[in-house]
């Protein structure tokens, strides 16, 4: 079992930047893949970003170039640099943790979820 605790969120203008970060406690956190998914009503989870347990990243398109992930394998911690946000990041984030970073990467599940954290970019 792995538990998932995010915080960060809240609200910013167009333009502007959020730190989202992810607790994760449990068995061997540090050897589970990591992403970030959002997801807004009505819709299904979408992948954000992606990390390794070596640290290889995976972004969607949107945050290419915009979006950072990070992870600190000794704090059992990852964390989601958001800059230029734009009104369609809006959101509930999601952290998750799946054993298997191929897994992740070609669309599967995660096996745990955080209980998300609130992004809402709007001027």
């Known amino acids: 079992q792995v538990h998932l605790v995010e915080s960060g969120g809240g609200s910013v203008q167009p333009g502007g930047s959020l730190r989202l970060s992810c607790a994760a406690s449990?068995?061997?956190?540090?050897?589970?893949?990591m992403a970030w998914f959002r997801q807004v009503p009505g819709n299904e989870r979408v992948k954000v970003a992606l990390i390794s347990s070596g640290g290889t990243t995976n972004y969607a398109e949107s945050v290419e170039g915009r979006f950072t992930i990070s992870r600190d394998n000794a704090k059992n911690t990852v964390s989601l640099q958001m800059n230029s946000l734009q009104p369609g990041d809006s959101g509930m984030y999601f952290c998750a943790a799946n054993p298997l970073f191929g897994d992740l990467l070609h669309g599967g599940q995660p096996a745990y979820w955080g209980q998300g954290t609130q992004v809402t970019v709007s001027s």
């Open positions: 449990g068995d061997l956190p540090s050897k589970y893949a």
